[in-house]
């Protein structure tokens, strides 16, 4: 047989399919026809593992993708540890014929292991420039079946087997990754949604003009701007907006501008090309760019620096971004969308925050109320944190809510909103996780925030508290309790739940109290 030939259409058939498995089936199907051929196995060597991982096998008739690992005996794995040595310093014939494995230890293992009956082997070490990547070995069923010729002709394969296995060991790398990252976009998409929920918490209630405002911007690629105080839930009605537009099935960038530092920022949301700066050791695509062809939320847009304002100016302007270090012209098709929880307009009056960017911004503002202002809610909220945080602690059953632990909640004044509800039941569920929940551990906090009269310090007795606060309420309602503006309504509670609280409080109705 011509080597040259034999190389030719061997190195042909191995690189002729990005399968290597069906690659190798083709080769010992051509092989056999000028070496005893029964079974084929290419392989990688575990520096290491100081093992083996099997990375295809072939026959003449069926083909294998595989993923294993041989497991070696001591005495194998010292002498495969040698081989490589030896291997590599080159001194070792570049193939060896195993005729009895009985007496060789890797071999002999190897076939016990894949189950393969006694059998002569040819071993094609792939090295290249001391790099040890794996073998290629050829069985023929039987004791000396090979000899020097069929070594000779077999080493030949030694360079196209070693470019074929790099390459599948790459390609099967970036498919990995492939599935990881889309593994990774599956279960974002997945929590964005459950931030988001199928139906947001509230929409029928306290969130309903906020909803029917989603619904009417949704469609529509203007910017939004979202108000609202700390924990009233922005990033949710941001990622209602995103999923109830078109642009759904593109990405949902967020991006927190308070948590970037100003030497990070423009790298960040406008990418960097590479040597662009000290530590720029690669070209790296910004906020921005990945939010192509979807929406971006900037969230606390009120801490963006004057310098960067200018910049997202000029993006809300153009839809267009250069990387810094670059100078080509990026164009964007993005839906921008705005929160913050300060007074811009006072910004722009105190001259930290730009006017025009404002006007840019303020298109269609959306004002998320606070949890006090939609106690209706508290209920449904409860209920839901209830389950979320019972899974996240991986606790056995739902708990029970303590009877008037629900009065307490619609009470109490909700500084920190619907995150501060949230972390209120896990801490009850840590407390005590088989219920019932009574968040005794409530700091009543009834006035508004940054109030200075608290009446916390005078008292640590919840009872006490509780008709303390009643009776402020009461005070300022003119003793009024049902109907418009009246205490209960100021608490968020029924009044006939007021009147039943305040009996068991012992509180006394003065004739003022009287409706």
């Not at 632990?405 to 407390?431: C, F, H, K, Q, T």
Request: glycine share 6%.
């Amino acid at each position: 047989m011509n080597e040259n030939e034999f190389f030719r259409e061997v190195t042909l058939k191995i690189c002729g399919d990005l399968d290597i498995e069906k690659g190798l089936h083709e080769c010992i199907k051509y092989i056999s026809q000028f070496i005893p051929a029964d079974r084929m196995y290419l392989q990688r060597y575990q520096q290491d593992l100081h093992s083996m991982n099997l990375i295809a096998r072939a026959d003449q008739d069926t083909f294998e993708k595989m993923d294993a690992y041989v497991p070696f005996d001591r005495e194998a794995k010292e002498k495969l540890m040698a081989l490589a040595d030896v291997w590599r310093a080159g001194n070792l014939p570049p193939i060896l014929i195993i005729n009895d494995p009985e007496n060789e230890p890797v071999a002999k293992c190897m076939l016990t292991a894949l189950n393969e009956p006694s059998s002569s082997a040819l071993s094609l070490p792939l090295i290249l420039k001391d790099k040890v990547i794996g073998t290629l070995v050829l069985l023929a069923y039987g004791l000396n079946r090979f000899n020097e010729e069929h070594a000779k002709l077999f080493a030949t394969l030694k360079l196209p087997f070693f470019v074929a296995l790099s390459n599948t060991l790459k390609h099967r790398e970036v498919l990995k990754l492939q599935e990881l990252l889309a593994d990774d976009n599956r279960y974002l998409q997945g929590e964005l949604r459950r931030i988001s929920g199928d139906e947001i918490i509230g929409s029928k209630f306290g969130l309903k003009q906020v909803m029917q405002s989603v619904q009417q911007v949704a469609k529509m690629d203007s910017p939004v701007l979202l108000l609202g105080e700390t924990g009233v839930g922005k990033d949710v009605i941001a990622n209602a907006i995103h999923y109830s537009s078109n642009r759904k099935d593109g990405p949902f960038v967020s991006v927190n501008c308070g948590a970037i530092p100003d030497t990070l920022l423009d790298s960040e949301l406008f990418g960097h090309e590479k040597g662009a700066f000290t530590g720029a050791l690669a070209q790296k695509r910004g906020r921005f760019e990945r939010a192509d062809k979807g929406t971006i939320f900037l969230d606390e847009i009120g801490e963006l620096p004057l310098p960067a304002q200018v910049r997202l100016l000029k993006v809300l302007q153009s839809k267009e971004i250069e990387r810094v270090g670059g100078v080509k012209t990026i164009t964007l098709d993005i839906r921008i969308i705005a929160a913050t929880n300060r007074n811009l307009s006072k910004m722009v009056r105190e001259y930290t925050f730009r006017e025009d960017l404002w006007f840019r911004l303020n298109v269609f503002p959306i004002m998320i109320p606070p949890l006090r202002q939609r106690k209706s809610d508290i209920p449904a909220l409860l209920q839901y944190f209830i389950a979320q945080k019972v899974k996240e602690l991986k606790l056995p059953s739902l708990p029970k809510v303590a009877p008037e632990s629900i009065d307490l909640l619609m009470a109490y004044n909700w500084p920190g909103n619907v995150r501060e509800l949230e972390n209120i039941v896990e801490r009850a569920l840590i407390l005590n996780p088989t219920g019932p929940l009574t968040f005794d551990q409530l700091n009543f906090i009834t006035e508004s925030p940054g109030s200075s009269d608290d009446f916390l310090t005078e008292t640590d007795n919840l009872n006490e508290m509780t008709s303390r606060h009643i009776q402020k309420v009461l005070d300022k309602t003119g003793g009024k309790i049902h109907g418009p503006d009246g205490a209960a309504e100021r608490l968020g509670i029924n009044a006939n739940t007021l009147r039943n609280r305040m009996d068991k409080l012992g509180m006394k109705y003065r004739k003022t109290y009287l409706e």
